[in-house]
Protein backbone atom coordinates (compact mmCIF):
# COMPACT_ATOMS: atom_id res chain seq x y z
CA UNK A 1 0.00 0.00 0.00
CA UNK A 2 0.91 3.50 -0.54
CA UNK A 3 2.38 5.51 2.40
CA UNK A 4 0.75 8.66 2.49
CA UNK A 5 3.88 10.05 5.22
CA UNK A 6 5.96 12.11 3.43
CA UNK A 7 9.71 13.60 4.39
CA UNK A 8 9.89 16.49 6.60
CA UNK A 9 13.46 18.80 5.90
CA UNK A 10 14.51 21.45 7.86
CA UNK A 11 14.89 24.76 6.37
CA UNK A 12 17.70 27.73 7.03
CA UNK A 13 16.25 28.88 9.93
CA UNK A 14 15.67 25.70 11.47
CA UNK A 15 11.99 25.40 10.75
CA UNK A 16 10.92 21.89 10.06
CA UNK A 17 8.16 22.01 7.53
CA UNK A 18 6.68 19.12 4.77
CA UNK A 19 3.46 17.01 4.38
CA UNK A 20 2.75 17.19 7.84
CA UNK A 21 0.84 19.34 10.05
CA UNK A 22 3.15 21.82 12.39
CA UNK A 23 3.25 24.41 14.46
CA UNK A 24 6.00 26.65 15.77
CA UNK A 25 7.11 27.77 19.54
CA UNK A 26 6.21 31.67 19.77
CA UNK A 27 8.87 32.82 20.55
CA UNK A 28 11.03 30.60 18.74
CA UNK A 29 12.54 29.00 20.18
CA UNK A 30 10.87 28.68 23.77
CA UNK A 31 12.54 30.40 26.73
CA UNK A 32 13.61 27.45 28.55
CA UNK A 33 16.95 26.25 26.41
CA UNK A 34 20.60 27.24 25.84
CA UNK A 35 22.90 27.17 22.76
CA UNK A 36 26.32 25.10 21.99
CA UNK A 37 25.03 21.74 20.74
CA UNK A 38 27.65 19.51 18.50
CA UNK A 39 27.09 16.25 16.80
CA UNK A 40 24.13 14.25 17.61
CA UNK A 41 23.97 10.74 18.46
CA UNK A 42 20.32 10.34 17.73
CA UNK A 43 16.73 11.47 18.93
CA UNK A 44 14.90 10.65 22.88
CA UNK A 45 11.53 9.61 22.94
CA UNK A 46 10.08 11.26 25.86
CA UNK A 47 6.03 10.49 27.35
CA UNK A 48 4.43 13.83 28.30
CA UNK A 49 2.11 12.53 31.34
CA UNK A 50 -0.45 14.73 29.86
CA UNK A 51 -1.26 16.29 26.31
CA UNK A 52 0.70 18.62 24.13
CA UNK A 53 -1.48 22.11 25.41
CA UNK A 54 -0.25 21.39 28.94
CA UNK A 55 3.65 20.79 27.61
CA UNK A 56 3.61 23.93 25.43
CA UNK A 57 2.53 25.65 28.86
CA UNK A 58 5.29 24.80 31.19
CA UNK A 59 7.97 24.43 28.20
CA UNK A 60 7.23 28.13 27.88
CA UNK A 61 7.07 28.98 31.59
CA UNK A 62 10.85 29.84 32.76
CA UNK A 63 10.95 28.47 36.56
CA UNK A 64 10.03 24.69 34.83
CA UNK A 65 13.69 24.99 33.50
CA UNK A 66 12.34 21.72 30.81
CA UNK A 67 11.71 21.67 26.90
CA UNK A 68 11.79 19.49 23.79
CA UNK A 69 12.62 20.06 20.33
CA UNK A 70 9.19 18.48 18.84
CA UNK A 71 5.97 17.69 20.60
CA UNK A 72 3.36 15.58 19.36
CA UNK A 73 -0.14 15.21 20.32
CA UNK A 74 -2.57 12.41 19.76
CA UNK A 75 -3.79 13.24 16.20
CA UNK A 76 -0.05 13.18 15.13
CA UNK A 77 -0.09 17.27 15.51
CA UNK A 78 3.68 18.51 15.93
CA UNK A 79 4.78 21.42 17.95
CA UNK A 80 8.21 22.63 17.26
CA UNK A 81 10.13 24.57 20.13
CA UNK A 82 13.30 25.27 19.22
CA UNK A 83 15.97 25.35 15.62
CA UNK A 84 17.48 22.18 14.16
CA UNK A 85 20.88 22.90 12.97
CA UNK A 86 21.33 26.16 15.16
CA UNK A 87 22.89 24.32 18.09
CA UNK A 88 19.69 24.99 20.26
CA UNK A 89 19.80 22.64 23.12
CA UNK A 90 16.27 21.57 24.43
CA UNK A 91 16.41 20.94 28.03
CA UNK A 92 15.17 17.14 28.26
CA UNK A 93 17.75 14.44 29.81
CA UNK A 94 20.33 16.46 31.53
CA UNK A 95 23.60 15.22 30.41
CA UNK A 96 22.28 13.99 27.39
CA UNK A 97 20.92 17.43 26.09
CA UNK A 98 23.91 18.24 24.18
CA UNK A 99 24.02 15.28 21.98
CA UNK A 100 20.72 13.68 21.29
CA UNK A 101 17.45 15.93 20.23
CA UNK A 102 13.92 14.90 22.05
CA UNK A 103 10.05 14.40 21.12
CA UNK A 104 7.75 13.98 23.61
CA UNK A 105 4.32 12.26 23.05
CA UNK A 106 1.35 13.43 24.45
CA UNK A 107 0.04 10.47 26.42
CA UNK A 108 -3.35 11.66 27.77
CA UNK A 109 -1.72 11.33 31.66
CA UNK A 110 -1.16 8.04 31.65
CA UNK A 111 2.45 6.50 30.07
CA UNK A 112 0.40 2.99 29.84
CA UNK A 113 -1.37 4.40 26.78
CA UNK A 114 0.15 3.13 23.51
CA UNK A 115 1.08 5.66 20.97
CA UNK A 116 -1.67 6.28 18.32
CA UNK A 117 -1.11 5.53 14.92
CA UNK A 118 -0.68 9.03 13.91
CA UNK A 119 1.67 9.72 16.70
CA UNK A 120 4.29 6.72 15.15
CA UNK A 121 3.81 8.46 11.72
CA UNK A 122 4.55 12.01 13.01
CA UNK A 123 7.43 10.66 15.33
CA UNK A 124 8.92 8.47 12.36
CA UNK A 125 8.61 11.82 10.38
CA UNK A 126 11.10 13.45 12.64
CA UNK A 127 13.49 10.67 13.19
CA UNK A 128 13.48 10.58 9.70
CA UNK A 129 14.34 13.82 9.36
CA UNK A 130 16.62 14.31 11.81
CA UNK A 131 18.98 11.08 11.02
CA UNK A 132 18.89 12.42 7.75
CA UNK A 133 20.44 15.71 8.99
CA UNK A 134 22.60 14.79 11.44
CA UNK A 135 23.89 11.42 10.09
CA UNK A 136 22.75 9.18 12.63
CA UNK A 137 21.39 5.39 11.55
CA UNK A 138 17.61 4.83 11.37
CA UNK A 139 17.68 2.10 14.36
CA UNK A 140 16.58 1.54 17.90
CA UNK A 141 19.42 1.75 20.60
CA UNK A 142 19.36 1.58 24.41
CA UNK A 143 22.67 2.99 25.04
CA UNK A 144 24.14 6.05 26.01
CA UNK A 145 27.04 5.66 23.43
CA UNK A 146 24.96 4.45 20.97
CA UNK A 147 23.09 6.04 17.79
CA UNK A 148 19.56 6.50 16.90
CA UNK A 149 16.01 6.21 18.69
CA UNK A 150 16.63 6.09 22.86
CA UNK A 151 15.12 6.23 25.17
CA UNK A 152 14.88 8.77 28.45
CA UNK A 153 15.37 6.00 30.79
CA UNK A 154 18.37 5.17 29.21
CA UNK A 155 20.31 7.14 30.74
CA UNK A 156 20.12 6.41 34.35
CA UNK A 157 20.81 9.05 36.77
CA UNK A 158 23.13 11.35 34.67
CA UNK A 159 19.79 11.66 32.63
CA UNK A 160 17.48 12.21 35.66
CA UNK A 161 16.47 8.84 36.60
CA UNK A 162 13.33 8.94 34.59
CA UNK A 163 11.31 5.94 33.93
CA UNK A 164 10.07 7.96 30.74
CA UNK A 165 8.88 7.05 28.02
CA UNK A 166 7.32 3.86 30.63
CA UNK A 167 5.84 2.01 31.85
CA UNK A 168 4.07 0.77 28.98
CA UNK A 169 3.96 -0.33 25.31
CA UNK A 170 6.07 3.23 23.77
CA UNK A 171 9.11 2.48 24.77
CA UNK A 172 8.39 -1.04 22.59
CA UNK A 173 6.73 1.24 19.37
CA UNK A 174 10.48 2.67 18.68
CA UNK A 175 10.27 -0.65 16.44
CA UNK A 176 7.73 0.24 14.62
CA UNK A 177 8.35 3.94 14.19
CA UNK A 178 11.68 2.81 12.62
CA UNK A 179 10.24 0.61 10.51
CA UNK A 180 7.90 3.36 9.62
CA UNK A 181 10.76 6.05 9.00
CA UNK A 182 12.50 3.88 6.68
CA UNK A 183 9.44 3.68 4.62
CA UNK A 184 9.13 7.25 4.54
CA UNK A 185 12.79 7.38 3.35
CA UNK A 186 12.44 4.72 0.55
CA UNK A 187 9.38 6.77 -0.51
CA UNK A 188 6.10 4.58 -1.54
CA UNK A 189 6.46 2.16 -4.72
CA UNK A 190 6.41 3.18 -7.77
CA UNK A 191 3.24 3.54 -9.70
CA UNK A 192 3.47 1.00 -12.94
CA UNK A 193 1.51 1.96 -16.05
CA UNK A 194 -0.64 -0.92 -15.85
CA UNK A 195 -1.94 0.48 -12.55
CA UNK A 196 -2.17 4.17 -14.35
CA UNK A 197 -4.26 2.65 -17.46
CA UNK A 198 -6.32 0.59 -15.13
CA UNK A 199 -7.41 3.72 -13.11
CA UNK A 200 -7.73 5.66 -16.01
CA UNK A 201 -10.13 3.19 -17.85
CA UNK A 202 -12.51 2.48 -14.68
CA UNK A 203 -12.74 6.37 -14.70
CA UNK A 204 -14.28 6.45 -18.30
CA UNK A 205 -16.83 3.39 -17.73
CA UNK A 206 -18.04 5.39 -14.57
CA UNK A 207 -18.17 8.51 -17.15
CA UNK A 208 -19.89 6.47 -19.78
CA UNK A 209 -22.29 4.92 -17.56
CA UNK A 210 -23.06 8.58 -16.27
CA UNK A 211 -23.57 9.84 -19.48
CA UNK A 212 -25.64 7.14 -20.58
CA UNK A 213 -27.99 7.20 -17.85
CA UNK A 214 -28.14 11.26 -18.73
CA UNK A 215 -29.37 10.90 -21.99
CA UNK A 216 -32.83 9.31 -23.06
CA UNK A 217 -32.48 9.79 -27.05
CA UNK A 218 -31.60 7.14 -29.33
CA UNK A 219 -28.33 7.83 -31.30
CA UNK A 220 -26.35 9.65 -28.31
CA UNK A 221 -27.26 6.87 -25.44
CA UNK A 222 -26.72 4.41 -27.90
CA UNK A 223 -23.09 5.71 -28.24
CA UNK A 224 -22.55 6.61 -24.73
CA UNK A 225 -23.68 2.68 -24.18
CA UNK A 226 -21.42 1.34 -26.29
CA UNK A 227 -18.06 3.69 -25.07
CA UNK A 228 -19.48 1.71 -21.49
CA UNK A 229 -18.74 -1.73 -23.43
CA UNK A 230 -15.71 -1.00 -24.37
CA UNK A 231 -14.07 0.55 -21.71
CA UNK A 232 -15.55 -2.25 -19.57
CA UNK A 233 -13.78 -4.93 -21.91
CA UNK A 234 -10.57 -2.37 -21.36
CA UNK A 235 -11.17 -2.30 -17.86
CA UNK A 236 -11.62 -6.25 -17.81
CA UNK A 237 -8.41 -6.78 -20.22
CA UNK A 238 -6.13 -4.53 -18.09
CA UNK A 239 -7.51 -6.27 -14.51
CA UNK A 240 -5.87 -9.63 -16.16
CA UNK A 241 -2.48 -8.04 -16.95
CA UNK A 242 -1.84 -6.20 -13.11
ZN1 LIG B 1 11.33 12.00 29.46
Not at 5 to 29: E, H, Q, W
Not at 40 to 60: A, D, R, S
Not at 98 to 118: F, K, Q, V
Request: glycine share 12%.
Amino acid sequence: MSNPAGRLTVKSDGTVSGPASISYNDPFPCVNGSWGSGAMQGVVMHTMVGNLPGTVTVFNDPSYQASSHFGIDQRGHIHQFGPIGKSWIAWAQMAGNLAWYSIEHADNGNPENPLTDAQITASAQLVEMLSAFAGFPLQVTDSVSGRGYGTHVMGGAAWGSHTCPGPGPRAGQRTAIVARARQIRTGPPPVTWQARALADAEQIEAGATSLAALLTTGDTQIRAQAIETEAAALVTLLKAHQ
